[in-house]
């Protein structure tokens, strides 16, 4: 691993941020279809993002969010530590953790699954949001590319190559009329991911749905909290909420399993037909070579790190209906004064 850079400028660093105080959420397993209750709570500057699984035994039951503790990439991204202790379904929250710049964060869950929601990162983005963020006195360290890493597998490819910002650069094929061929390039900005991909839903298609259920799983998927694709036809009554909502989602779950390098990345991540799996593969190839990459902090003013702010106890924090229609119950801490 190659030191810290030293920044050579005297200009203030982006420091880390964790939330103001702590927020809940209920809502169901997309393939369990129980009950979950979610709690993000304020962590200390250095600790990263960790699950914590309160329904099992305290001492065996914290997963750090890292991409060696992916233990499966099937049909969601997984996470498990050595006691078996699991969470699953959680790409929508750590790309709004991503995204909106939360560095630490201990997250307080009740069950397997990260709740689905609505199917994309939005009502994450409104948890966050709704309580703001609090600036840690440490730097934030980035993940900068160093030279071009790439794969090939099964027809699908990923790559990740040197750039000044972290970038994004998805395309997919589908034979369905309904998707086809789409692509979309990111530079990926708390505000940008907010109003472009952040409402983008996962999908699937019937075919595959009737499929799972047989299997026991995707209980709790539903046209609530999903595209679904039936031919050439969205099946949801009303529609999409973009043009190229296929694509978007794709992009918004490469910001989430890409943040489990442990740090934002700097570099531009080219991907075709890709998903989770293949996400988390780059993720092995590029940090396992010590010359393809490099820790180092960057001067706050070139970064659009988040437009959070952080509500006092003494203001009115947003409503669930500001969501645009989205259904969460929010359970919020007044932060300390």
């Known amino acids: ?12 660093l982006v420091m880390q941020q964790t939330l103001a105080s702590e927020v809940s959420c209920m809502g169901v397993g997309l393939h369990s279809g129980a009950q979950v209750t979610l709690t993000l709570q304020p962590a200390p500057a250095n600790s990263g993002i960790v699950f914590v699984r309160n329904d099992l035994e305290e001492g065996a039951n914290e997963i750090l969010a890292d991409y060696r503790s992916v233990c499966d990439t099937l049909l969601c991204t997984k996470i498990s530590n050595d006691h078996g202790a699991s969470v699953g379904t959680i790409e929508h ?14 997250i307080e869950i009740n069950g397997p699954e990260v709740p689905i929601m609505d199917g994309s990162s939005a009502p994450f983005v409104f948890l966050i949001e709704s309580v703001g963020l609090q600036t840690q006195d440490q730097p934030r360290r980035f993940i900068k590319v160093l030279k071009p890493v790439s794969l090939e597998h099964e027809g699908k490819t990923v790559s990740l190559a040197p750039a000044d910002d972290f970038i994004i650069d998805f395309s997919i094929e589908f ?12 530079d990926v900005s708390a505000s940008g991911f907010k109003n472009r991909y952040s409402k983008a839903r996962t999908f699937g298609f019937l075919q595959e749905v009737e499929y799972l259920r047989s299997k026991g799983l995707a209980r709790g998927g539903s046209l609530d909290n999903a595209v679904v694709v039936d031919g050439d036809r969205v099946l949801n009554e009303t ?48 940090l396992a070579d010590e010359s393809a990459w490099c820790w180092t902090t960057q001067a706050a003013e070139t970064r659009d790190v988040s437009n959070v702010i952080a509500f006092p106890s003494s203001r009115t924090r947003p409503s669930a209906t500001n969501m645009g229609g989205e259904r969460v119950s929010l359970a919020v801490a007044s932060p300390a004064e």
Do not use: W
Not at 1 to 12: C, H, I, L, R, W
């Open 175 to 186: 034979a369905s009329e309904a998707i086809g061929h789409q692509q979309i390039k990111f």
């Open 239 to 286: 529609g999409l909420r973009y043009s190229d909502e296929f694509v978007r989602h794709k992009v918004l779950d490469a910001v989430g399993d890409l943040y489990l390098a442990g740090a934002r990345l700097l570099g531009c991540f080219t991907a075709h037909k890709a998903g989770h799996q293949l996400n988390n593969m780059i993720l092995h190839d590029l």
């Open 1 to 12: 691993m190659v030191s810290d850079q030293k920044n050579a400028d005297t200009q203030p």
């Open 93 to 106: 929250l750590m790309a709004a953790l991503s995204a909106m710049g939360v560095d630490n964060v201990r």
